[in-house]
C-alpha cells in the first residue's frame, strides 16, 4: 500500500507515519531506515511528515 503512495499526498503521508509508527515501537531499526522503509524519499521529509501527523519527532515518538 505505501509503494502505490502519490509522493506528497496527504493520504500517503499518513499511511507511511502510522508504518513507521508501529516500526519505531516495535522494531530496532534506525529512525532513517524507518523513514526510508515508509515510503519517505529522505530524512528531512520523513522528519518534517512524521511530525505533522503525531506532533512529534519520530524519535520522541519512539521513547514515549
Not at 4 to 11: F, K, N, T
Amino acid at each position: 500500500e505505501i509503494a502505490q503512495c502519490l509522493v506528497g499526498s496527504e493520504m500517503c503521508i499518513e499511511t507511511g507515519s502510522e508504518h513507521a509508527a508501529h516500526l519505531l515501537k516495535n522494531t530496532h531499526m534506525t529512525v532513517t531506515d524507518i523513514g526510508y522503509a515508509s515510503g519517505f524519499n529522505s530524512s528531512r521529509t520523513f522528519y518534517r511528515a512524521f511530525q505533522r501527523v503525531y506532533g512529534v519527532t519520530p524519535q520522541e515518538y519512539r521513547n514515549l
